[in-house]
């Protein structure tokens, strides 16, 4: 049988019966489609994850007050709610350990805040000058508080740009005005720029104060809540770590690492850990996406099976004149192939506009990939010989005789 010959048996055959063939190729348009919304959405979620981590600073080793409970576990759930690290600690570290780019200790906790009549409950972050450098926090209005505001307690303060528009009004400009922060007056001198939210919690929900004045006024101690270090170089982050580690053990008289009474995040090991959760998910949302290509699967054997049956004389009178088995089980094969061929392509379509629009009508990121794409177009074209190779086959088999006696 001639190629070209082939191809117009397989084109009058599909169309023969165009709601059945339709409704065969909507399983797999389906199926493909389901399998590239959902790893999209997966891998958007990945994205979204990493880009909120690497937007809270580079190469950042985040030291925090709390109780470690053995080898392997961070702290307890009270992490950075504990008293055990001071501005010493930070100064001893900052002197101590080569290699780092910054050092910025901070104290924080929740606090409400009031102004014109208009009040929320926020996170204020009593912190350092170099904070900004370390965390990749840039100002969009006014300016951040100065190394002379922070050694002499100036009671100033820079908001986030939701707490701004809690307190203000959406994209006001409240420079120059005060809040009160546990009834305490502060001028504002400078709003950030928006961040959005991470697994932390909102970077845009925050006030920013001198450490100084958060612990005179606010703590009324010298403990932080946190030092975040910023190391120079990715490479040196485990070294780092160590030697931190070693310090504050040795500052604190604890032997027994087990023991100690705060805990070291590494950026990088939360990088990874939250890439390999949502790799997991991607895979997770793609094996359920996967279930209806299967389904579609059947669909398509159970369409070949029947248009087998209903062929059973004109197989046996190809084969009468000479047809020979490879002939009929190619032209069946090759049917079951063009029906997902059709329904990956237009499910691919369907699929990438999905996203699209789950992007645009949710607060979901979406990301697609060419592998994605690639994955779902092969899957339903490998469905498509394994389903409709058992249809091609028995119509191969047929006895030309009994085919042409088939009634």
């Known amino acids: ?24 190729i909507l399983g797999i348009v389906i199926g493909v ?28 080793l985040m030291v925090s007050s709390g109780v470690q409970r053995g080898p392997g576990t961070q702290v307890s759930s009270g992490r950075g709610s504990a008293q055990s690290i001071t501005i010493d600690d930070s100064e001893a570290i900052e002197q101590g350990i080569s290699s780092i780019e ?25 912190t350092v000058v170099s904070y900004t450098k370390v965390k990749n926090l840039g100002t969009d209005i006014g300016t951040f508080f100065s190394e002379q505001d922070v050694r002499i307690s100036s009671k100033v303060a820079v908001l986030g740009p939701t707490t701004r528009d809690d307190l203000f009004g959406e994209n006001s400009n409240p420079i120059g005005q005060n809040i009160k922060i546990n009834k ?41 809540s946190t030092i975040n ?39 990088a090991d939360i990088l990874e850990t939250m890439s ?3 790799g997991t998910l991607t895979l997770l949302l793609g094996a359920i996406a996967g279930i209806s290509l299967i389904v579609g699967g059947i669909g398509i054997m159970n369409m070949m099976l029947t248009t087998v049956s209903e ?45 699209i629009m789950i992007t645009q009508f949710s607060d979901t990121t979406t990301s697609i990939s060419l592998w994605s794409v690639l994955l779902a177009f092969g899957v339903s074209a490998l469905i498509g010989i394994v389903f409709g190779y058992w249809p091609a086959k028995k119509a191969a088999s047929l006895n030309p005789i009994d085919a042409l006696r088939y009634e």
């Open 1 to 24: 049988m001639f190629i070209g010959d082939l191809f117009e048996e397989i084109y009058f055959s599909i169309f023969a019966n165009k709601v059945r063939s339709g409704l065969t």
């Open 33 to 60: 489609g389901s399998v590239v919304a959902m790893i999209s959405i997966g891998q958007g979620t990945r994205v979204s994850i990493e880009e909120s981590i690497k937007s809270i600073g580079s190469n950042l």
């Open 102 to 126: 910054a050092i910025a200790p901070e104290v924080s906790s929740r606090y409400q805040v009031t102004a014109k009549g208009t009040n929320t409950n926020t996170s204020v972050f009593g």
């Open 184 to 224: 305490i007056s502060f001028t504002i001198v400078g709003v950030t720029k928006s961040k959005g939210g991470t697994g932390f919690g909102s970077q845009d929900d925050i006030i920013y104060i001198p450490i100084s004045t958060a612990q005179r006024f606010l703590s009324g101690n010298d403990y932080v």
């Open 229 to 267: 270090i910023q190391v120079d170089d990715e490479k040196h982050m485990s070294v780092v770590d160590e030697q931190v580690t070693a310090l504050l053990l040795i500052r604190h008289n604890i032997t027994n690492p087990d023991e100690a009474d705060f805990s070291i995040m590494n950026q």
């Open 276 to 278: 390999s959760v949502s």
């Open 311 to 355: 062929r059973t004389r004109e197989i046996g009178l190809r084969k009468s004149i000479g047809a020979k088995n490879r002939d009929i089980s190619s032209q069946f094969l090759l049917e079951a192939v063009a029906l997902t061929f059709i329904g990956g392509t237009i499910g691919i379509i369907f699929g990438w506009i999905t996203s």
